[in-house]
């Protein structure tokens, strides 16, 4: 007999947790029927997709219900239960299948280790950090050894070697490995080591390997040679010895090429030509070029030749010319000689400075000697570099010494030094031995350095458009520079946005601009600005300044459906549920004329009741619509999560979900059989009703009332079970601690909802007069059912879900909607995206179809485009509709587009895409309501009082057209069918705000007057 069973916990917290159960067929033939025994050091208190047969003491024996009943060859059953208490540390043990006895599952989770990269730094030591994880947490203690190899990266010189062995405590899933990298000033290849893992125990390794990748961050070194004089000899030969200098040690192999060039002195009779390449193997720093001088006795003037650098590996060259100087040492018999001298001047930035050459005579002479001079170009040029001369000394009898000034031209070009010389002819009464003086002027500007612009760009329609970047260079050179460049993605990607380019910009010496041209692909879709960069790298003769220019480019399509800026609607539909906001407030509410209030809810019954929000236009907390409203503006959270994190709002409603949930969880109270009450409502609606004022003024009395055992109430429990879940959904990316806190509450008001059955607002009268639970209860056990299967994925809640629809609610009625009482229509979408009952969807088209039928056979239209449902707070019903066929759209199904036209013709239309351009939320828009029935808005005592509203409300969705009329609304306070505000208005408008957004984009104000948006002053 071969079959395996597996445990696993899927959520666990503290006092309790989930678990689910597998039983894996791996024998021959199919198991038909099956009874499995374990012991378990915990208490099952349900249990699903099996029944208990027997417990007795930590003895379970459990069976197969009539579904899954039989396991077939290679195929699982699975059931699940919740138990306690939680922090589960040890797994069932004795597994028994059908009277055998089986072994322990062995289902071990894996090891994986990250890949690492890092900037080495130039000294110290910096920290690659490796993250190993574990797939799934174990009740096992997890052992894995460790230890780093060698890669191109050296123990000891790139980092430290190190090993040893991470232990995983039961439940731990990530530990943290630590290696130090070493700094050096080595220009080197990026190099690499890895961190490998072995011998695990209670676990497998499903990456064993590590790789650290060490970035070099050392600049790139240069060579230099020097310049040799020496004297020819009479035979045979000496050698002139040149010495190449790298300027720092590299990492690397560098190589440079040389070769010798005539200058006055010729290879072949004055030298021996040499040409080669030079290898530094890495840390090297200098190497010698020996060059043959051939000796003579044939008097002539000193000769030079040069050796010449090109070609550099892993190096540039910042000297490239070595200058050999070959003096004449063989003197005529019976004259004297004459010589001149070489001269090195720095060049100066502008002017002149002269270059003084002295001609000497070997010895006085009795009669007069004369000798022409004249300068004659080498690198430098004569005119741009210096000024030609040219004449002749006379020495008087007795003279040795006379001098030649020759003008050096200042310039602010970097450029190799450059030389030009005298040379010294015909002369009479005397010899010449060194007819040639070299002049070498030395270059003592800067070397320039290449910067590259940003540039902005609208991408167009069609065809491409050129982004034309500037590339400069800080000042003209006297050398030709160069440097390599290439796009790279952002956002934009190459092929899509733009097409990429790279090459090489060569500057002509005196050049300091160039342009790159990136072609810029148009096209027709409204999306978000992008970016993508151009890189300059690999300069020569120069450097880099600023190596990255910005390419944005600017989109210019506009929505079809809709002309308005969607992220300022939906940041000011936010807002206004921090007007409604009760309790102690804290300092980051942005509506300075609100204040603490009500800061002793709860006080009647022993309770601290304070927080939460107000329902209306009035202070009543009526926790119904409260959590519906919540549960709607999760799951506009969760769908839309995108535009809310693009459009800088996700903080915001992150907080207005949270202020909500954080009273949720303040309003349950609990014992040790689960939920034991729930406060449903603060405030009594027709005291309430009868003061017109701020909240932060009332001193009326402020009843508290509950549902508990004996009076429930399942659909009040069933929505705040629904909140409670979604909210977790929520917020299991950011805070996953309130996630679980809110989820195990879920729980347990779901199970309460489910077991004690009845209506809310016949445990609570008042609650009636306001929001009767017309419905009845069953559509929040669908809809919390469907989602808590949603946040935990227990099959057995959508089990439920789907038993209680067929059962209950078994179809949808076209000719209503989604609101704060009935929740069918959302469960229904649920059930569509979690299942491929296409019950579901037929039953969410047929309906959809009737609102989005504008033919006069669906829903009752506004000539203008409104779908009218009902006279009091119409717009609610078209923006929960509207929110709800986008989802639909988005994640289930659509034909051609109905459903998502539909979602954002009635947006618009609210926004000011009406027959009077007026817009329906509150500052929003040139014309909106300025009057909208709101107590503590209003700043006057009296709903009468003809003075316009004294605070913006903004972002409240008002009530809107009392009949299928467009014209059929009022701005008048006191109208409360028309121009009323509530929670439940605004919740899936803002979830369809937020989609409005993701769809079309749009930028929320940088300032709102009267917030402290923008820090105006109210």
């Known amino acids: 007999m071969s079959f395996a069973v597996d445990f696993a916990v899927a959520n666990d917290w503290g006092t309790g947790f989930t678990a689910n159960m597998s039983i894996t067929n791996n024998d021959t033939s199919n198991l038909n029927g099956w009874m499995l025994e374990f012991d378990a050091p915990f208490e099952i208190a349900n249990i699903w997709d099996a029944e208990i047969v027997s417990h007795q003491g930590t003895h379970y024996i459990v069976r197969n219900l009539s579904h899954n009943s039989t396991i077939t060859v290679g195929t699982s059953v699975s059931f699940g239960f919740n138990g306690g208490p939680g922090n589960i540390t040890n797994p069932p043990s004795s597994y028994i299948l059908n009277g055998q ?102 676990a497998t390794i499903a990456d064993a390997q590590g790789i650290a990748t060490i970035i070099d961050n050392d600049p790139i070194p240069s060579f230099a040679i020097n310049d040799v004089t020496i004297s020819e000899g009479n035979s045979g030969t000496k050698n002139a010895i040149f010495t190449v200098n790298l300027s720092a040690a590299s990492g690397k192999t560098t190589t440079v090429n040389f070769a010798t060039t005539n200058g006055t ?180 500007d800067p070397i320039p350095s290449f910067t590259i612009g940003d540039v902005t760009l609208t991408e167009g329609n069609s065809g491409t458009t050129n982004a034309i970047f500037t590339v400069s260079l800080s000042s003209a050179s006297g050398r030709a520079t160069s440097v390599n460049f290439a796009t790279a993605n952002g956002t934009a990607i190459a092929g899509s946005d733009y097409t990429a380019t790279s090459g090489t910009l060569t500057f002509n010496p005196g050049e300091i601009s160039k342009t790159i041209s990136v072609a810029v692909i148009g096209d027709t879709l409204q999306e978000s600005n992008e970016t993508f960069t151009v890189n300059l790298s690999n300069p020569t003769n120069a450097t880099i300044t600023d190596s990255q220019g910005i390419g944005t480019i600017t989109d210019n399509d506009l929505p079809l459906p809709g002309t308005f800026n969607y992220g300022e609607a939906l940041q000011k539909s936010i807002l206004f549920y921090e007007a409604q906001r009760s309790g102690d407030l804290p300092t980051t509410n942005r509506l300075p004329w609100r204040g603490d209030s009500a800061l002793n809810d709860g006080a009647d019954v022993g309770r601290n009741l304070s927080g939460g929000y107000y329902d209306a236009g009035d202070h009543v907390k009526f926790a119904f619509p409260m959590t519906s409203s919540m549960t709607m503006l999760s799951w506009g959270a969760v769908e839309y999560r995108n535009g ?201 088209e047929g309906w959809l179809n009737h609102w989005s039928d504008t033919s006069g056979n669906g829903i009752t239209y506004t000539s203008g485009g409104l779908a ?101 609304y009022q701005d008048v306070r006191n109208d409360y069918i028309r121009n009323e505000v509530a929670l439940d208005y605004n919740a899936g408008f803002t979830g369809a705000l937020a989609r409005m957004y993701d769809t079309f984009g749009g930028e929320p104000l940088s300032v709102i007057p009267e917030t402290t948006i923008g820090f105006v002053t109210p």
Do not use: C
């Open 265 to 444: 002195a010729t290879a072949g009779s004055d030298y021996t030509a040499r040409s080669g390449t030079l290898t530094f193997a890495p840390g090297e720093t200098t190497k010698t070029i020996t060059v043959p001088i051939i000796g003579d006795t044939v008097v002539e003037s000193n000769e030079t030749f040069t050796l010449n650098l090109s070609g550099a590996t892993n190096a540039t060259i910042s000297d490239s010319q070595g200058v050999a100087t070959i003096t004449n040492d063989d003197l005529t018999p019976g004259l004297p000689q004459l010589s001149i001298n070489d001269v090195t001047k720095i060049e100066g930035d502008s002017g002149t400075t002269n270059a003084t050459f002295t001609v000497r005579l070997s010895a006085a002479s009795t009669q007069t000697i004369t000798v022409n001079f004249a300068t004659a170009n080498a690198t430098a040029t004569a005119g741009s570099d210096y000024t030609s001369k040219s004449g002749t000394l006379t020495f008087t009898p007795g003279q040795t010494s006379k001098t030649v000034s020759v003008a050096i031209k200042g310039d602010l070009l970097n450029e190799d030094n450059e030389t030009f010389k005298v040379i010294l002819s015909n002369a009479i009464n005397a010899a010449i031995a060194d007819n040639e003086g070299i002049a070498t002027i030395t270059d003592n």
């Open 644 to 844: 809310y994190q693009q459009s800088g709002q996700l903080p915001y409603i992150l907080d207005a979900i949270k202020w909500g949930t954080d009273y949720i969880l303040k309003s349950h109270v609990t014992d040790s059989n689960g939920t034991k009450e729930f406060w449903g409502q603060v405030g009594q609606g027709n005291i309430d009703h009868a003061y017109w004022g701020s909240p932060e003024s009332m001193t009326m009395v402020r009843p508290s009332f509950k549902i508990d055992r004996q009076n429930p109430g399942s659909d009040l429990a069933g929505e705040a079970a629904a909140s409670l879940a979604a909210a977790s959904i929520v917020f299991r990316q950011t805070d996953s601690a309130y996630a679980d806190t809110l989820l195990q509450n879920a729980v347990q008001l779901y199970n309460f909802a489910d077991t004690y059955r009845g209506k809310y607002s016949d445990s609570i009268p008042d609650a009636a007069n306001y929001y009767n639970s017309w419905s009845g209860y069953n559509d929040e056990l669908v809809w919390g059912a469907t989602w808590l299967y949603k946040a935990t994925g227990n099959t057995s809640y959508l089990n439920k879900a789907e038993s209680y629809y067929q059962q209950y609610i078994g179809g949808l009625g076209n000719g209503w909607t989604q609101s704060w009482d009935d929740k069918s229509y959302g469960a229904a979408i649920l059930l569509s995206q979690s299942t491929a009952n296409v019950k579901y969807r037929n039953d969410v």
């Open 101 to 202: 006895s089986l072994s322990m599952p062995t289902v071990l989770p894996s090891l994986t280790i990250n890949d690492v990269t890092i900037t080495e730094g130039n000294s110290g030591t910096l920290l690659a950090t490796f993250e190993v994880k574990l797939s799934k947490a174990s009740l096992d203690t997890v052992t894995v050894q460790y230890g780093t190899a060698n890669g191109t990266a050296t123990g000891g010189s790139d980092y430290t070697a190190t090993s040893g062995t991470i232990t995983f405590a039961p439940g731990q899933t990530s530990k943290i490995i630590t290696v130090p990298i070493k700094g050096d000033l080595l220009n080197e290849v990026n190099e690499t080591f890895t961190v490998n893992l072995s011998n695990p125990s209670k």
């Open 868 to 968: 009218w449902l009902s006279q009091w707070g119409s717009l609610r019903y078209s923006a929960t509709t509207a929110f709800l066929a986008g989802v639909y759209s988005d994640t289930v199904n659509d034909y051609s587009d109905r459903y998502a036209n539909f979602a954002e013709g009635q947006i618009d239309y609210i926004l000011g895409d009406n027959p009077n351009n007026f817009s329906y939320m509150v500052g929003f828009g040139d014309d909106y309501p300025l009057n909208p029935h709101h107590r503590a808005a209003s700043g006057t005592t009296n709903v009468n009082d003809p003075i316009t509203n004294h605070h913006t409300l903004y972002g409240a969705l008002v009530g809107g057209p009392a009949s299928a009329n467009d014209s059929d």
